[in-house]
């Protein structure tokens, strides 16, 4: 039996998080609504993307959405500023991604508060994803 190296190991793992990676943002491209459920502080790289149905535990921070859209990473200058939204942050990213999205204050990590929801459509015809 041939001994696998770390470096094999390693690369198989990532292309594995990669393949998850872009199954799930397929998922999120396909659905009709996602959800964003929001601390007191927000910030891109700890933001996470679900999809609207809670039986799916997946999520994404929205700088990897970004990334696997290819969105480029300035546009986060317009959506968050100092650990907030700015005033259209909600709807410029709603803009961006295309899809409908329900932001949610989530005081513990997994959990949201119903009564919290706020919807968002997009206003724009064409987002930046295809």
Request: glycine share 2%; net charge negative.
């Amino acid at each position: 039996m041939d001994a696998v190296s770390i470096e094999d190991k390693n690369r198989i793992f990532q292309e594995k998080i990669k393949a998850e990676t872009k199954e799930f943002v397929a998922d999120l491209l396909k659905a009709e609504e996602l959800m964003i459920p929001c601390r007191n502080f927000v910030r891109p790289q700890y933001n996470q993307v679900r999809l609207e149905e809670r039986t799916d535990p997946r999520s994404i921070s929205v700088l990897e959405l970004f990334e696997a859209l290819n969105i480029p990473k300035e546009k986060l200058e317009e959506i968050y500023q100092d650990g907030s939204f700015t005033e259209q942050g909600k709807q410029k990213l709603v803009d961006l991604i295309g899809k409908k999205i329900n932001f949610y204050y989530s005081p513990e990590q997994f959990h949201v508060d119903p009564e919290t929801k706020e919807t968002f459509e997009p206003k724009i015809k064409d987002s930046i994803v295809e």
